[in-house]
């Protein structure tokens, strides 16, 4: 059975820094691409970032550019956000995705973890 777990999650200051891992387990291939979503209440999810498994080709959304950083380890199946000078927008829920293709639309990730609460303060 296919799983994603987030972990890293928690407030922080804006200014401040955290670093999301997902660990994958159960896939008998390596996914294609593997992402980044967020989601606030009542909002829809969006993309942040998309790392092909392969090549490590990576997308960003505006938002996250320059601040943000998608990383992977495939040996230990495991996907990173590191994401520094954090501002208080930044505050949602973090899930982690993986699919067959690496456009951040939600259609293209048909895995999700469960998501890790990331909260920015002033």
């Known amino acids: 059975q296919v799983q994603l777990v987030e972990s890293g999650g928690g407030s922080v200051q804006a200014g401040g820094s955290l670093r999301l891992s997902c660990a994958a387990s159960g896939f008998t291939y390596r996914p294609y691409c593997m992402a980044w979503f967020r989601q606030a209440s009542g909002k829809e999810r969006e993309g942040v970032a998309t790392?092909?498994?392969?090549?490590?080709?990576?997308y960003y959304a505006e938002s996250v550019k320059g601040r943000f950083t998608i990383s992977r380890d495939n040996a230990k199946n495991t996907l990173y956000l590191q994401m520094d000078s954090l501002k208080p927008e930044d505050t949602d829920m973090y899930y982690c995705a993986a699919g067959a293709a690496c456009r951040p639309l939600i259609a293209n990730f048909n895995y999700w973890g469960q998501g890790t609460q990331v909260t920015v303060s002033s």
């Open positions: 790392i092909y498994t392969g090549s490590g080709t990576t």
